[in-house]
């Protein structure tokens, strides 16, 4: 288990002088864009937007992947959801597709090529979001008849604030602290949570006190569920042979190779999510038509994918685990491990080197990921699923939210004690 001592965390970063400089860089992007996120768009009626979200889960949660500028309507109000359903299409083809996979596998160059093209996707994406988005506000009186001139416009304010958005985002991952993306949910998450909090007291009445108290319990537990579930590994065992060169013996050492329960993080509920709120996106669209069939049908994925729905539901549980799989995938290639611990003369106890150690080091990272995606799947569904069991409906604790804000933690932590070992590590090189 992580035990962070934050005092003497701050005091770290604070006497290491590069560390000090990326944090204060990724708190000024955060102050920059939490600045954009009251630039609001002028024809909207804000008090009913807001009288909007108080009642519904589902912008709830698209505010989460807009950074928490949805609520105000800013020109960053799509978010990052355009971004991020380019970035799991582009690492889709990448896996399926030769040309791609070829450009993933070029190192810095490739990374570059393929950023490039997720912008490319994420135009057309966040371009017609942006005209949905238009329409569901339009359809719930918020938002007047716009001209076609003033829809453009709207829709053109909207997608440039997505790409100022990613563009921070890109800043905080290339010159700051952590993961961008997730930085700029995170923001958002903790920038509502004054608000979600004081949705969430209103909530606690005579007669949801006792449900909402359960609620407030289970998601404690869903907190410390998380932790156990980013810092669960398997140490696997390696051993090197003694070799002996010009007159010197190496290896002859124990090593542990430590595989995780869940490798992706928070990825896979980003993605999830990101994914699981867009039939909600195009049914608002379809609902507003003027043709019967298709108002129909936009109001049957508005009404099955409803947050407390089954269908919403089981269909967030598969994705968060074919997610974690996917990544996990990427993350840990057992035939590049294999070779290196073949290269330097390890082998693990049992196993022969090569493709029986591919093999057992593949079916291990599949059973670990297995076990690591159905408990993440579950813990990112229990609030929703108890939540309609018992009729508290407690913002403030939402699945999603949790899980985001503990893993980001946990993984930007994660970042700054490994600069920090780096760092001790060249001081005592220097004193050699």
């Not at 035990?3 to 955060?30: E, P, Y």
């Not at 909007?52 to 105000?72: A, C, M």
């Not at 994918?305 to 968060?320: C, E, K, P």
Request: charged share 10%; aromatic share 14%.
């Amino acid at each position: 288990m992580v035990k962070i001592n934050l005092k003497a965390i701050i005091g770290d970063i604070w006497s290491n002088r590069a560390l000090r400089r990326k944090f204060l860089f990724t708190l000024f992007i955060l102050f920059v864009f939490r600045l954009f996120a009251f630039v609001t768009i002028p024809t909207i009626d804000l008090t009913k937007l807001q009288e909007l979200f108080s009642g519904n889960q589902f912008l709830v949660l698209l505010d989460i992947f807009s950074g928490g500028t949805l609520v105000n309507f800013s020109i960053m109000a799509v978010g990052l959801n355009p971004y991020i359903n380019a970035s799991i299409a582009i690492q889709l083809f990448s896996v399926i597709y030769p040309p791609l996979e070829a450009l993933s596998k070029e190192g810095e160059f490739g990374r570059f090529k393929l950023n490039q093209y997720t912008r490319f996707v994420t135009l057309p994406i966040a371009f017609l979001q942006s005209i949905g988005m238009y329409f569901f506000l339009h359809n719930q009186q918020i938002i007047g008849a716009l001209s076609f001139v003033e829809l453009l416009v709207f829709a053109l304010s909207l997608t440039a604030g997505t790409f100022i958005l990613m563009w921070l985002g890109e800043l905080i991952s290339e010159f700051g602290v952590g993961n961008g993306v997730s930085f700029i949910i995170l923001a958002g998450i903790v920038g509502r949570l004054p608000v979600m909090f004081g949705q969430s007291i209103n909530l606690l009445n005579q007669e949801t006190v006792i449900p909402s108290l359960i609620l407030i319990g289970i998601s404690l537990a869903v907190i410390y569920a998380v932790v156990v579930l980013n810092e669960a590994k398997r140490k696997i065992p390696v051993y090197y042979a003694k070799r002996v060169r010009g007159g010197k013996m190496y290896g002859g050492a124990t090593n542990y190779l430590p595989i995780k329960l869940s490798q992706a993080g928070v990825i896979p509920i980003i993605f999830a999510v990101s994914f699981v709120l867009f039939p909600q996106l195009i049914g608002n669209f379809m609902s507003s038509s003027n043709n019967p069939s298709v108002a129909g049908i936009g109001q049957f994925l508005v009404t099955v994918f409803n947050a407390n729905g089954a269908v919403y539901n089981i269909i967030y549980f598969l994705l968060v685990v074919i997610f974690t799989f996917f990544y996990s995938s990427i993350i840990f290639n057992p035939q590049k491990i294999t070779d290196e611990i073949q290269k330097y003369g390890g082998f693990i106890p049992g196993i022969r080197p090569g493709k029986n150690t591919r093999d057992y080091l593949q079916a291990t990272l599949y059973r670990l990921t297995f076990i690591g995606a159905i408990f993440l799947g579950i813990i990112a569904v229990l609030p929703n699923i108890l939540s309609g069991l018992t009729g508290a409906r407690l913002i403030f604790f939402g699945g999603t939210s949790i899980l985001i804000v503990v893993s980001v933690i946990l993984e930007t932590y994660k970042v700054v004690q490994a600069q920090l070992t780096t760092a001790n590590y060249d001081k005592l090189q220097s004193l050699v």
